[in-house]
């Protein structure tokens, strides 16, 4: 008697794999076939000179993140239109965008990801694989990333949504400690990009003059230009006794306050005089000592505006905001009674100006002003907002808009992926957050020479 021959059984757990397998392999087919229908007709299917010239007209309108989009729209769109890693499209503006802080102590240079807001109007864009290869991010400027190596204090400039570096620098060691830097204040580094818009008849890009590096509590500023083999300083340290407080580039030109001198400085460009400063404006002597005072540079829809925090005596002591604007050609100040729906966040690293329309945790006609003991909230005019001072040890999540803007204009604590509120002194019983943070700040280092190359002795800066 014949007999059916014995069949083979897969275990359980095999079977149910290989089941598996199946249908996300026709879950696939399924999703490519509706795909093709859909690029059959409608958008999908527009002309392939059509979709350039709305990807030009996007080009125009100055956001490339609007452009990145559309080009992830479809293959179709994407096969029509440039990349932007293409010489002559590498550099378009992304400026207002403003990057946001998890609040996890994740710091995005391990994590390799930044997440962008846009206050004017309100989207928000995580960019991944940065690519940051043992850099961390020392500022925005121009819509653009500025990196420091850890190890080898060379200098990259990125652009975040199209991964494109822009600018390769040269190590800044040499020059960083002849003019005294420490690695404490070069865990503080802040850095400015200037740049050069070119307008095509298709699009607007721009291209880097130079980058500009200065560093909280030194005197030291240093620049460098793209075809430059060695930063250069501007001033002999053991001459001026600057101390930075608030730095602001505007309009080709870096500009700062101090904590013991009531004029605006000149920074960038070199002036003819390494210890003169062509501009001079004088704060008026109504606010006071100026040792109690508090300076702040911002730029509000293409103005100057200096914001000084100071103490008034009536009715009784308390802090206050008076807001000028400040022509640079006259040498003025200019009282300023409202800026309508616009808002000033003042941080130690950064100030900006943004709309409250939108922005219903912030006030408009508002000054936000952080310190070490908190943010402090004036209305500009004496309005009813009045002055309000907030702070808290913990916040409720999700954290408010303003509490992102905080953070992104304190450096330090952002780069620790920690929100300004909540850290900016962090207790002694956090014992491991602490250590956390001790370790990953000492893997930056000043070499003693340049990487891969000879090392060459800097020069201040040509009259």
């Given at each position: 008697?014949?007999?059916?021959?014995?069949?083979?059984f897969?275990?359980?757990?095999?079977?149910?794999?290989?089941?598996?397998?199946?249908?996300?392999?026709?879950?696939?087919a399924?999703?490519r076939?509706?795909?093709?229908?859909?690029?059959?007709?409608?958008?999908?299917?527009?002309?392939?000179?059509?979709?350039?010239?709305?990807?030009?007209?996007?080009?125009?309108?100055g956001?490339v993140?609007?452009?990145v989009s559309?080009?992830?729209?479809?293959?179709?769109?994407?096969?029509?239109?440039?990349?932007p890693?293409?010489?002559?499209?590498?550099?378009?503006?992304?400026?207002?965008?403003a990057?946001?802080?998890?609040?996890?102590?994740?710091?995005?240079?391990?994590?390799?990801?930044?997440?962008?807001?846009?206050?004017?109007?309100?989207?928000?864009?995580?960019?991944?694989?940065?690519?940051l290869?043992?850099?961390?991010?020392?500022?925005?400027s121009a819509?653009?990333?500025?990196?420091?190596?850890?190890?080898?204090t060379?200098?990259?400039?990125?652009?975040?949504?199209?991964?494109?570096?822009?600018?390769?620098?040269?190590?800044?060691?040499?020059?960083?400690?002849?003019?005294?830097?420490?690695?404490?204040?070069?865990?503080?580094?802040?850095?400015?990009?200037?740049?050069?818009?070119?307008?095509?008849?298709?699009?607007?890009?721009?291209?880097?003059?130079?980058?500009?590096a200065?560093?909280?509590?030194?005197?030291?500023?240093?620049?460098?230009?793209?075809?430059?083999?060695?930063?250069?300083w501007?001033?002999?340290?053991?001459?001026?006794?600057?101390?930075?407080?608030?730095?602001l580039?505007?309009?080709?030109?870096?500009?700062?306050?101090t904590?013991?001198?009531?004029?605006?400085?000149?920074?960038?460009?070199?002036?003819?005089?390494?210890?003169?400063f062509?501009?001079?404006?004088?704060?008026?002597?109504?606010?006071?000592?100026p040792?109690?005072?508090?300076?702040f540079?911002?730029?509000?829809q293409?103005?100057?505006?200096?914001?000084v925090?100071?103490?008034?005596?009536?009715?009784?002591?308390?802090?206050?905001?008076k807001?000028?604007?400040?022509?640079?050609?006259?040498?003025?100040l200019?009282?300023?009674r409202?800026?309508?729906?616009r808002?000033?966040?003042?941080?130690?690293?950064?100030?900006?100006?943004v709309?409250?329309?939108?922005?219903?945790?912030i006030?408009?006609?508002?000054?936000?002003?952080?310190?070490?003991?908190?943010?402090?909230?004036?209305?500009?005019?004496?309005?009813?907002?009045?002055?309000?001072?907030?702070?808290?040890?913990?916040?409720?999540?999700?954290?408010t808009?303003l509490?992102?803007?905080?953070?992104?204009?304190?450096?330090?604590?952002w780069?620790?992926?920690?929100?300004?509120?909540?850290y900016?002194?962090?207790?002694?019983?956090?014992?491991?957050?602490?250590?956390?943070?001790?370790?990953?700040?000492?893997?930056?280092?000043?070499?003693?020479?340049?990487?891969?190359?000879?090392t060459?002795?800097?020069?201040?800066?040509?009259?």
């Amino acid at each position: 008697m014949e007999t059916n021959p014995p069949q083979l059984f897969l275990p359980a757990t095999a079977a149910a794999t290989s089941a598996r397998r199946r249908s996300v392999r026709s879950r696939g087919a399924r999703k490519r076939r509706r795909i093709a229908a859909e690029d059959t007709g409608g958008w999908a299917s527009l002309p392939d000179d059509i979709v350039r010239l709305v990807a030009d007209r996007v080009l125009i309108a100055g956001d490339v993140v609007d452009y990145v989009s559309l080009r992830a729209a479809g293959s179709d769109w994407r096969a029509s239109t440039d990349s932007p890693l293409l010489a002559g499209h590498r550099h378009h503006p992304a400026r207002g965008w403003a990057a946001l802080c998890d609040g996890d102590a994740a710091r995005p240079d391990d994590a390799d990801q930044v997440a962008f807001f846009k206050p004017a109007t309100g989207r928000r864009v995580r960019v991944r694989r940065l690519r940051l290869r043992g850099s961390r991010i020392v500022a925005f400027s121009a819509g653009l990333l500025v990196l420091l190596h850890k190890r080898h204090t060379t200098v990259q400039v990125l652009h975040p949504f199209t991964r494109a570096v822009l600018l390769d620098l040269p190590s800044l060691a040499t020059a960083f400690r002849l003019v005294g830097g420490t690695r404490d204040s070069l865990l503080r580094m802040n850095a400015a990009v200037f740049t050069t818009p070119t307008s095509t008849t298709t699009a607007t890009t721009s291209t880097i003059d130079a980058v500009v590096a200065w560093f909280p509590g030194t005197r030291a500023v240093l620049y460098a230009k793209p075809d430059d083999t060695a930063w250069n300083w501007e001033w002999d340290a053991a001459v001026l006794d600057i101390h930075l407080h608030s730095v602001l580039a505007f309009r080709g030109g870096l500009y700062a306050t101090t904590k013991t001198s009531t004029n605006i400085l000149q920074l960038y460009p070199p002036t003819s005089n390494n210890t003169t400063f062509p501009v001079d404006t004088p704060i008026p002597d109504a606010l006071g000592d100026p040792s109690s005072c508090l300076y702040f540079l911002v730029e509000c829809q293409g103005r100057m505006l200096l914001a000084v925090r100071h103490y008034a005596a009536t009715p009784t002591v308390h802090t206050a905001v008076k807001v000028f604007q400040v022509d640079l050609d006259r040498r003025r100040l200019k009282l300023v009674r409202g800026i309508a729906d616009r808002a000033l966040v003042l941080g130690a690293d950064r100030c900006l100006s943004v709309s409250a329309k939108d922005l219903p945790s912030i006030s408009g006609n508002s000054v936000y002003c952080s310190s070490q003991y908190g943010v402090e909230c004036f209305s500009i005019g004496g309005g009813p907002a009045g002055h309000e001072w907030f702070a808290a040890l913990r916040s409720v999540r999700p954290f408010t808009i303003l509490d992102h803007l905080v953070t992104y204009c304190n450096h330090l604590e952002w780069a620790r992926g920690l929100m300004f509120h909540e850290y900016q002194l962090i207790p002694d019983c956090l014992v491991e957050l602490k250590t956390k943070i001790k370790k990953q700040d000492s893997q930056l280092h000043i070499p003693i020479r340049e990487p891969d190359k000879k090392t060459t002795k800097p020069s201040p800066a040509a009259n």
